[in-house]
């Protein structure tokens, strides 16, 4: 018996799941490791986090999606991949063998060696903890005004700014929030309509200004200011995961696996990754769901491809991608290369999407 081994339960893997249903690889065992029974999925949540959604809305139930594609679940961390012993090492102290390996483990917080950044800012990935803590902070002293600055102005820094204070207002607690970008990261035309949503949605924007260092409390030190907070949120870009570097896979100068067209590890042909995980060779793709929901296709006819030995698919990634980015409120913003346009029927257009990709999911 072949033993498929799926690291992570990210969006790619979701879709490889779902192709087992009903539809399994004769002759191969397949197992995903995964921290937790439910995924949550990014696009919805600013939605979870305004107050739009339920929890249970969001989530992938992946046990569930497992059972039904004949897959056996290990709740663990990965902890490493030895590619020549094929073997993956979990946190607990296991070892799982594999001939075929595929990693869809997201990406981490990117703290950029800002000083003190990992110890006092509330990183909004992995997203579990966060929105954990997000109801505790607003929870805490209800006669207070909370404070909270955001670190990051790309869609997910100013979708969450927004959402939080949808969230506040909606909860009928006065709130400040305030969101320091260090560079602009829209294009001019798309970039206005984002600084107009944030001012009617009253987040203060510190343009072009890093945070250079995080003291406790937490306290922002930028351009040579020091400014209190409640909390700081950190949503600024994706690192990979630390111990990826000690795999002996060939990763890509920021430290992602680098794959091929067949979103195959270029240095070790029975490892495969997916999304954030994965750089592919040639193309400098953003790190972003749109990505790892395109690749989970090929990943899953490739994965199967593989186990019985037939030629690989090639995975061509989009030119333009649909960007659409809530505003807090049931309106968003929505681009596509150079055109932008903005209104209620742009979220509802999210909504329906987003609905659309958990749903596919369920039984
Ligand atoms: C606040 C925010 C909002 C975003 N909104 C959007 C959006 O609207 N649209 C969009 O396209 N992108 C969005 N993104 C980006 C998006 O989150 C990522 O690009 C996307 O989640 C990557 O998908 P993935 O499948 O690679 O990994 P993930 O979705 O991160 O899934 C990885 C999975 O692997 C698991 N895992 C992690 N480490 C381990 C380990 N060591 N062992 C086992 N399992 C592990 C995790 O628990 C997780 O379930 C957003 C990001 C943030 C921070």
Known sequence: MKQLL??????????VLRSLV?????GTRVTLVTPHRHHLYSGMLPGLVAGHYALGECVIDLAQLAARAGAAVVYDRVASVDPLRRMARLERGGEIEYDVASLNLG???????????????LAAKP????????????????????????????????????????????????????????????????GRRVARALASAAVAIHPSTAVDAVEPGPVVVARGERRSFDALVWVTGAAPQPWLAETGLTLDPAGFVLVDQHLRSISHPQVFAAGDTATLLGAALPKSGV????????????LRRAAEERPLESYSPQRVSLALISCGARYAIASWGPFAAEGEWAWRWKDRIDRRWITAFLP
Do not use: C, K
């Not at 990406?107 to 800012?121: C, K, M, R, T």
């Not at 820094?157 to 990261?185: C, F, H, K, N, Q």
């Open 6 to 15: 799926l690291l992570g339960g990210g969006h790619a893997h979701a879709f």
């Open 127 to 190: 997203f579990e903890p966060f929105v954990a803590a997000w109801e505790r902070l607003r929870a805490r002293g209800r006669s207070q005004t909370l404070r909270i600055a955001v670190a990051g102005g790309g869609a997910a820094g100013v979708e969450l700014a927004m959402a939080m204070t949808r969230s506040l207002i909606a909860g009928g607690r006065a709130g400040e929030i305030e969101l320091y970008a260090d560079r602009p990261a829209f294009p001019p035309g798309l």
């Open 107 to 121: 990406s981490l917080p990117n703290f950029a060696a800002v000083p003190g950044a990992a110890e006092h800012a």
């Open 291 to 302: 990505y790892a929901v395109r690749q989970g296709a090929v990943l899953a006819r490739n």
């Open 22 to 26: 009903g539809a399994p690889i004769e």
